[in-house]
């Protein structure tokens, strides 16, 4: 479950899962409403080549369940709250993404899976890379051979 404190200052720390990092983005506010960004080489640690909004999700069902072979993606719950579960073939731990300024690192040869979408969930991904077939695992199986865990 999520058990990091991220406090309210921008930064980002460790999980227990190889790799995943879990960032507070910058947030300010003023009578004109809020804003929270993020950069790629800096709050974002990639370049961003593309993005792509998952919304609608009835909250029973599960998106995800893959992993990517080079692939990068910061996902940001900017409406609602979602769930991920990332797992590295050893470490598998849950998040609660429900707040705009927080974002979840996923790098390469990691498992994941988004549920428990709530009713007005809007999450949007950003990737590293153009969309590409090839660069999808999708059997867990096959993810832990690749990971060299079995």
């Given at each position: 479950m999520f058990k990091h404190e991220l406090g309210n200052d921008a930064g980002s720390v460790a999980t227990s899962v190889r790799g995943v990092t879990l960032h507070r983005l910058?947030?300010?506010?003023?009578?004109?409403?809020h804003l929270t960004f993020g950069e790629a080489g800096k709050?974002?640690?990639f370049?961003?080549?593309r993005y792509f909004l998952v919304y609608d999700v009835p909250g029973r069902h599960v998106r995800g369940e893959h992993a990517h072979r080079t692939l990068h993606q910061l996902l940001l719950c900017v409406r609602g709250s979602c769930r991920v579960t990332a797992d590295d073939g050893v470490a598998s731990e849950e998040f609660l993404l429900d707040h705009p300024s927080?974002?979840?690192h996923i790098?390469?040869?990691i498992w994941s899976a988004q549920h428990q979408y709530s009713d007005d969930a809007m999450l949007l991904?950003?990737?590293s890379d153009y969309y590409d077939s090839a660069d999808y695992i999708?059997?867990?199986?096959e993810f832990r051979k690749l990971a060299g865990l079995i």
């Open positions: 910058p947030q300010f506010q003023d009578l004109r409403g709050q974002i640690p370049e961003i080549k927080i974002g979840l790098p390469p040869m991904v950003l990737s999708r059997d867990y199986a």
